[in-house]
């Protein structure tokens, strides 16, 4: 299975800009690599996916470098309904469809 | 659309008694998928299916048993609830395609005494 790290929380103000950093260790070369946000009692919700270099939507950002070891989910001007559980997903190299959550970064924003 | 719809909300069971979560997903997706949720653990697979009459173990699949006669449905059964098995559980569904993003139900929160 592909391993991912998180760093387990992150405290931030509002307003500010907040980058995530994933590691993730011998994930499939022709994969994309995803990520989530999960507020309490409630399922996992897609926010962003990116197979290499940058990617952009509404609500954030995804760097991903050549080497695709790690990947940063980047939140512009982050409010306080932005705390949350975030997670990446990644697929492990050789594998059918095991996508394995790592244990997610806890983001508490404060005003 | 209601996308994935998981059932029952909650659920307090026995040691011994057993059980079957429901997930049923109205998108036609192929791909359907069990994770459960325990404070600090983040998710984990349980069982996983490629398609209707397809299965596979995910990383924690003991005491689980799941089957797939439908692209709608993927029910979960607990054989025998365990203690061990108090968590939440969440179904998710996607497309087969290559990127395609997991469709996640609001959960089941199992409690077994």
């Known amino acids: 299975l592909a391993k991912t790290t998180q760093p387990i929380s992150m405290d931030s103000y509002e307003g500010q800009e907040v980058n995530i950093t994933c590691s993730h260790n011998?994930?499939?070369?022709?994969?994309?690599i995803t990520w989530y946000q999960q507020f309490p009692s409630q399922g996992p919700r897609f926010i962003i996916q990116?197979?290499?270099t940058k990617v952009t939507n509404e609500v954030a950002s995804l760097f991903i470098p050549a080497d695709r070891k790690s990947s940063t989910l980047s939140l512009p001007r982050v409010s306080l309904s932005d705390t949350a559980v975030y997670y990446c997903?990644?697929?492990?190299?050789?594998?059918?469809?095991?996508?394995?959550f790592g244990s997610g970064t806890q983001l508490t924003v404060l005003p | 659309n209601a996308g994935v719809t998981q059932t029952p909300k909650f659920q307090v069971l026995k040691t011994g008694q057993s059980m079957t979560l429901q997930c049923a997903q109205d998108?036609?997706?192929?791909?359907m998928s069990w994770y459960r949720q325990d404070p600090g653990m983040g998710l984990r697979l349980i069982h996983y299916?490629?398609?209707?009459?397809?299965?596979d173990q995910g990383e924690v699949p003991n005491g689980y048993n799941v089957s797939r006669s439908t692209t709608e449905d993927f029910p979960l059964r607990l054989l025998s609830a365990a203690p061990s098995q108090t968590s939440v559980y969440f179904c998710?569904?996607?497309?087969?395609?290559?990127?395609?993003?997991?469709?996640f139900g609001n959960g089941t929160r199992l409690t077994v005494t």
């Open positions: 998710a569904s996607s497309s087969a395609g290559r990127g395609s993003p997991l469709h």
């Open positions: 997903l990644a697929r492990a190299s050789g594998s059918a469809r095991q996508l394995t």
């Open positions: 299916s490629v398609g209707a009459g397809i299965t």
């Open positions: 998108m036609n997706h192929e791909y």
């Open positions: 990116g197979y290499k």
């Open positions: 011998n994930i499939a070369t022709n994969d994309y």
